[in-house]
């Protein structure tokens, strides 16, 4: 009796292809919505690899030309008031209220100071925003799909003990197929959040040391600004 039961366990296919196949349309819906938040997961994570990369690229070769002498107009004039660069963007929105605060005369309007810090906090707020965009998703995810394949995995073994109680059999055969169906809906819940938090965690801190060189920029470039309103 029992290497009929082993035989018969032997003949079913366990390929995750034939598990999904065999799954009730609740746990195959959970698994669709499981496999399409991971594959969007890695698109989140990819995107954001590569532009952060390109954002250092960008503020070290910017910071080399801030920094090497060039006179900040000439400067201001080579890249222009709308540049591609993030670090550039902060840099010309105080130059332009910079610009922005000389009267017709020469002299500078009142409150000049505190006008370019707002400009280049502006400036400095619309990049972290287009650099944390999609991180929230990778949260979302980290946090929610195990206990969507967690809900996939109560619906799954639920008909699986309908259809053992249909047929009035607990054989391995029996048994085993709905089983294996119900927690493929956890494994691919883990599958989606395990990448979504580690990349979450390691996107933010990257982001965070990005707007932080921003905000460092930012504040050297208010006090070179300062001295010349001093002078």
Sequence with gaps: ME???LNAAQEID??????FARATLGVKLVMIMLIVASFWSWSIIVQKTISYRKSRAEAAEFDRAFWSGEPLDELYEKIGPSPAGSAQKVFAAGMTEWRRSHRSDGGLIAGAQARIDRSMDVAIAKESEDLNGGLSFLAT??????FVGLFG?????MNA???IAAQQNTNLAVVAPGI???LLAT??????????VIFYNKLSADSDRIISGYEAFADEFATILSRQLDS
Excluded: K, N
């Design 161 to 163: 003990f309908v259809e």
């Design 180 to 182: 294996a169906e119900a």
């Design 187 to 196: 494994g691919l819940g883990l599958l989606a959040a395990i990448p979504a």
């Design 3 to 5: 290497t009929e039961i």
């Design 14 to 19: 366990f390929s995750l292809w034939a598990l």
């Design 141 to 146: 995810v980290g946090s929610t799909a195990p």
């Design 153 to 157: 995995t109560v619906w799954g073994i």
